[in-house]
């Protein structure tokens, strides 16, 4: 359970009590969200191995690229960024604003941010997608994921992601829209945290190909001919 962020208000204290407030004047039924049915078929757990415990690991399209190894995490309030994939992606400094509070459940004490980042942010493909204003909350320290999108982010996408079937659906212009995850990445991604809880000091997990530059490094053994990469799309 990560705490902090964006969420209940803002973050400022006076902006958290008036949405506190805010929340308890509102009566039965003045706020009616007017959100379509979302089901799930025996078509979406295809190809999915059963019996499994996997997060929720799915590729979004952020500052112009593919951003792959991002985790669902319906247990965080805030949207976080981690500083390897900040860096990856080309992103500048000079661009973060200040985040004043402290970050509670990424690890053993509370961790304090670099900055925050306006991003814009594309979920699903073609037409069957959504793009989002998210503020991302850069953290300078290890992690298998490249990012993390919390509640906020999917009640405002008025998601629903189901672990079993390892998909999210929303709504768009189109129709429902889905997006499936890949089950063994999720899975190495779960086993690479895991390490590097154990060595906090754990080298970088992520590979970034820019135009006909490569750099990759040790992630978790893949199938012959495919890498993890944050790959920049052209313009």
Known sequence: MINGGFAEGGISKLSRKRHFKEVYHVREGDRSPDLPTITFTKEDVAGIIPGHDDPMVITIILAN?????????????????????????????????????????LGDAPIQPLG?????????????????????????MSSAYNALIGRTTLNQLAAVVS?????????????????????KLAQCCYNKNLNLKDDPRGKET??????????????????????????????
Do not use: W
């Open 65 to 105: 690229a593919n951003l792959h190894q991002m985790q669902d995490d319906q247990g965080s309030s805030a949207d976080i960024i981690f500083k390897s994939a900040f860096d990856k992606l080309g992103l500048q400094e000079k661009e973060l604003k200040a985040y004043p509070n402290s970050l509670f459940g």
């Open 116 to 140: 925050y980042i306006l991003l814009h942010t594309t979920f699903g493909k073609r037409t069957r997608s959504r793009t989002q204003s998210i503020d991302y909350i850069k953290v300078d």
């Open 163 to 183: 672990t079993p079937h390892l998909c999210m659906k929303f709504p768009n212009p189109e129709g429902i829209a889905t997006i499936k995850e890949d089950q």
């Open 206 to 235: 992520n590979t970034i190909e820019l135009g006909e530059t490569q750099a990759r490094e040790e992630f978790c053994p893949q199938p012959e001919g495919e890498t993890e990469e944050v790959q920049v799309r052209d313009t």
